[in-house]
């Protein structure tokens, strides 16, 4: 019998935690500073002022973005580890319902009956919260909420993002701050969402398309309101 010569498999799915995590710190970063500055910039500030100003929002933004991943991500895996607490807890109490329930599950996914029973009688025997916390809950080591990883990526991200329309204040001619940031930010939008959408095995003009699109109307809204008004807002 020929052996069975295994290869090691990559799926992008595996990407899914920090990927969202980095892809929306760095757009936020982008978009965000990159309205502020416009939005400063359209109301007639002075270089020195609009540079602040995105500072201080890269500053904030970064800490935002954070604090905001990692309560968020907490939350999940408080409900997890409460999901995971209580099916313990039934485990303990009623091996047996939970070994039907396991089968029935697989019986749904098109096992016959008996054989359903086999797999969830040695699936149990070898890790029975491991088995159902799987196939009753959803979860997998891939899908395992990290809040210390999602705020620490967000951040990071965010920041470098930032940075990019940050640079073009220091170096854009000042009567020309609006169009050159302006400009500069939907070009890192649309390299960005090139960027994530192969990573992710997405469709990539798609994401592009989607991502420049959101981020032009925020700079053109903020715009609006800072020449509207005169003021920084």
Do not use: C
Not at 72 to 100: C, G, I, K, M
């Amino acid at each position: 019998m020929p052996r069975l010569h295994l290869h090691p498999e990559r799926h992008l799915v595996s990407r899914i935690g920090w990927l969202r995590a980095a892809v929306l710190g760095a757009n936020d970063g982008i978009v965000s500073t990159a309205s502020l500055i416009v939005g400063v910039a359209a109301a007639a500030a002075t270089q020195s002022d609009i540079l602040i100003a995105g500072v201080a929002g890269l500053v904030a933004g970064a800490m935002s973005m954070a604090a905001g991943e990692y309560v968020s991500v907490s939350s999940q895996s408080d409900t997890e580890q409460a999901d995971l607490a209580r099916e313990t807890q039934e485990l303990r109490d009623n091996p047996v319902f939970e070994h039907e329930e396991l089968a029935d599950i697989y019986v749904r996914r098109g096992a016959d009956r008996d054989l359903a029973r086999q797999v969830a009688e040695q699936l149990m025997a070898k890790d029975a919260l491991g088995a159902h916390a799987q196939d009753e809950l959803g979860m997998s080591e891939i899908t395992t909420a990290r809040p210390i990883q999602a705020a620490l990526t967000s951040a990071a991200t965010f920041a470098v993002g930032a940075a990019m329309p940050l640079l073009m204040v220091v170096v854009a001619p000042t009567h020309l701050l609006v169009w050159v940031v302006s400009g500069a930010s939907l070009a890192f939008l649309a390299l960005l969402g090139a960027i994530g959408a192969q990573a992710g095995g997405a469709n990539v003009l798609r994401a592009t398309a989607r991502v420049t699109f959101w981020g032009a109307l925020a700079m053109a809204l903020t715009a609006g309101i800072g020449a509207l008004f005169g003021t920084v807002v």
